[in-house]
């Protein structure tokens, strides 16, 4: 499915039978409109509510770009062309940009955090993404500095603790090499002394999950006493 598909969907979901106020009640005109900023933040959705509109005959102009700080009160964008069509994309147009503005915005916000404490650190995204949703989701996080980390399942293995419910540590890394040579393992761990058995026990990446900073300290200084960083 392309990425037009995929926002289409969102305006047939909001107008199954079209937008029978607009069709009621407004004549077949012209008219133009602006969307402003109603916070500071780093704009994204910029894309895709373009192309919803321009789909839709409408005619986009603006000077502002995805991944642009944006002040309240900017004017983010000009849309210009038949009012019926205006009226069935911008409510969409601006949940779009909303949502995705917030997500670069906070993640812009966290990356610059971690990065003033250990600039080669980086802030991922997770799967926690809204259904229907997550190829503009992890695009929004790209856009405010971020690394997506997997996209679906089917991305990379990542054995988390409700695996581990179900088979022990040890075996699951076992089980997850012998499965692909090919791919990284990254295992969730919640104790420095898993920690030090997923690294003995292949991980590429272990994931230190739900520590306070002083958990995470104690488990670097374990891992590098045993050699292990």
Known sequence: MTELDELLQFIREDAPSG???SDAVIPDVDCSAVIRAEHDGI???MHESTLLFSHFGVTVT????DGVTVKEGDVILSVSG???KILLVERTALNILGRMSGIAT???QMTAIVRAKNPSCRV???RKTCPGFRRFDKRAIQIGGGDPHRTTLSDGIL???NHLALVPLEEALRAARAYSAYRKIEIE???AEDAVKAARGGADIVMLDNMTPPQVKETLALLTKNGLR
Do not use: F, H
């Open 189 to 191: 761990v919640e104790s």
């Open 124 to 126: 991922a995204g997770t």
């Open 19 to 21: 937008d029978v106020t």
């Open 106 to 108: 906070r993640t812009s």
């Open 159 to 161: 054995i988390k603790d």
């Open 43 to 45: 704009l994204a959705g």
């Open 82 to 84: 038949p009012a019926k």
């Open 62 to 65: 603006s000077r502002m770009n």
